[in-house]
């Protein structure tokens, strides 16, 4: 299967903790993409990239949040000194070109703050 | 600002029945247009997309969707449900520049025998 990969698919953390989710695109795609999504709402966009370049991150939550692409191949998002509102599924998604292309969503990582 | 409203949150179908998922964006200029199902413990799947033309799109497992400007409308529609399409379904609106959707909040499909 070459879609697209995120680990871990759970985590769960206490208060307080770092940390950082993995996200493994389609390979020949250049543009992934980072949402949140809370119980009962749609994807909610965080960041992306083109290739290396993270061409938007004003939509980042909040300076806690970061994310990189440090290769333009895979990507990481982390959370630092996590919050109980931070408990959602992480969703990465890729996509082949700048146009209004389509999003291949991985299966997401869902996280736990206890 | 673009945004997307699913009115239902929930819709109960019998198998075998329609079904009509409906789905209203704002958006100044043409919007680009999209429906996504999620299945538990699945990513979002992309069952149909616009971008111009014909305003009737076909989908794949036998969906379709009209493009309505009067109505700022993108309406998703089954002549025959199976018990197979119960989950959850999105419609997303994205616009010229950097083509980032917007998703509306999702509508709960429910399949009954």
């Known amino acids: 299967d070459t879609g697209v990969s995120q680990n871990p698919r759970h985590k769960i953390t206490k208060r307080g903790q770092n940390v950082t989710f993995r996200c493994d695109p389609i390979?020949?795609?250049?543009?992934l993409y980072w949402y949140r999504q809370t119980l009962g709402q749609g994807p909610e966009f965080l960041t992306y990239?083109?290739?290396?370049?993270?061409?938007?991150k004003s939509r980042l939550l909040s300076d806690r949040f970061s994310a990189e692409r440090p290769k333009g191949s895979f990507s990481t998002l982390e959370i630092q000194r996590t919050e109980q509102g931070d408990s959602a599924m992480y969703l990465c998604?890729?996509?082949?070109?700048?146009?209004?292309?389509?999003?291949?969503f991985g299966p997401g990582t869902r996280l736990t703050v206890l | 600002a673009q945004s997307v409203t699913q009115p239902d949150i929930h819709i109960t179908v019998s198998e075998g029945a329609s079904l009509e998922l409906r789905c209203n964006y704002s958006?100044?200029?043409?919007?680009?247009l999209f429906w996504y199902v999620q299945s538990p413990g699945q990513g979002l799947q992309l069952l149909l997309k616009y971008f111009s033309g014909d305003t009737l799109v076909q989908g794949i497992k036998g969906f379709e969707a009209e493009f309505k400007r009067s109505q700022s409308s993108f309406n998703l529609r089954k002549p025959s449900v199976h018990w197979s399409d119960a989950a959850e379904y999105f419609c997303a609106v994205a616009s010229g520049g950097s083509y980032i959707p917007t998703f509306g909040r999702g509508t709960s499909l429910i399949v009954h025998p």
């Open positions: 990239f083109q290739n290396e370049a993270q061409l938007e």
């Open positions: 958006y100044g200029a043409t919007p680009y």
């Open positions: 390979s020949e795609h250049n543009r």
């Open positions: 998604a890729s996509s082949s070109s700048g146009g209004p292309d389509t999003q291949y």
